[in-house]
């Protein structure tokens, strides 16, 4: 999921910022900024870890690290969904991969509730003309969207993307979506673990 931390008041010394920086800030966002001394008094700041885009790591991982990122990736939507949040643009290039090889999702433009899309399967064609059309021959509405349609978005096919239906495939099913959306509506909490297996406290 999300690897953003929120600070009130956090004093970092000052000479960890350029000139250039501490200018931009003092007239961008003047009211949260204040230099005392040798210290940058920020008063509300989110803070994300570095991170490599997963579309640039997966072009230089083995296949051990790609496969485990892979799974990452998947786990990090289902995470998502599981807290009634869906990411809008499931590229790769909005997730990061952390230092400890952690993969996180960063880019929240397009994020919408999960109980608030309608996750369609594509229709059939049913003449020739309609399966060739170059624009959609059904009626799509604002918020509709089609999870078949995902794979030809997030990467070429290959090993990386057999690797990934083969470990999330439901992903790309309308019906695991509305199963998720029906269990959120129908007010279930559902488990989301921010740790793995084995680094978790039995019950």
């Given at each position: 999921?999300?690897?953003?931390?929120l600070?009130?008041?956090?004093?970092?010394?000052?000479?960890?910022?350029?000139?250039?920086?501490?200018?931009?800030?003092?007239?961008?966002?003047?009211?949260?900024?204040?230099?005392?001394?040798?210290?940058?008094?920020?008063s509300?700041?989110?803070?994300?870890?570095?991170?490599?885009?997963?579309?640039?790591?997966?072009?230089?991982?083995?296949?051990?690290?790609?496969?485990?990122?892979?799974?990452?990736?998947?786990r990090?939507?289902?995470?998502?969904?599981?807290?009634?949040?869906?990411?809008?643009?499931?590229?790769?290039?909005?997730?990061?991969?952390?230092?400890?090889?952690?993969?996180?999702?960063?880019?929240?433009?397009e994020?919408?509730?999960?109980?608030?899309?309608?996750?369609?399967?594509?229709?059939?064609?049913?003449?020739?003309?309609?399966?060739?059309?170059?624009?959609?021959?059904?009626?799509?509405?604002?918020?509709?969207?089609?999870?078949?349609?995902?794979p030809?978005?997030?990467?070429?096919?290959?090993?990386?993307?057999?690797?990934?239906r083969?470990?999330?495939?439901?992903?790309?099913?309308?019906?695991?979506?509305?199963?998720?959306?029906?269990?959120?509506?129908?007010g279930?909490?559902?488990?989301?673990?921010?740790y793995?297996?084995?680094?978790?406290?039995?019950?």
């Amino acid at each position: 999921m999300a690897d953003s931390y929120l600070f009130e008041k956090l004093a970092l010394p000052r000479d960890r910022f350029s000139p250039e920086c501490l200018a931009e800030l003092q007239e961008t966002a003047p009211s949260k900024v204040e230099l005392l001394g040798d210290c940058v008094l920020l008063s509300h700041v989110y803070i994300e870890k570095k991170m490599t885009p997963l579309n640039l790591y997966l072009q230089t991982a083995n296949e051990a690290m790609a496969q485990k990122a892979l799974r990452d990736y998947g786990r990090a939507i289902k995470q998502l969904a599981a807290a009634n949040i869906f990411p809008g643009d499931l590229l790769l290039k909005n997730f990061g991969v952390t230092r400890v090889n952690r993969v996180v999702f960063y880019d929240y433009d397009e994020i919408e509730h999960v109980t608030d899309c309608n996750f369609r399967h594509l229709p059939e064609p049913r003449t020739p003309e309609q399966e060739m059309a170059s624009q959609p021959w059904y009626y799509v509405g604002p918020r509709d969207i089609f999870p078949e349609e995902f794979p030809g978005f997030l990467m070429r096919a290959g090993p990386h993307l057999s690797y990934l239906r083969q470990q999330h495939g439901e992903i790309f099913d309308a019906d695991f979506w509305n199963d998720v959306k029906q269990r959120l509506l129908a007010g279930e909490i559902m488990d989301v673990f921010p740790y793995r297996t084995g680094w978790r406290f039995l019950q």
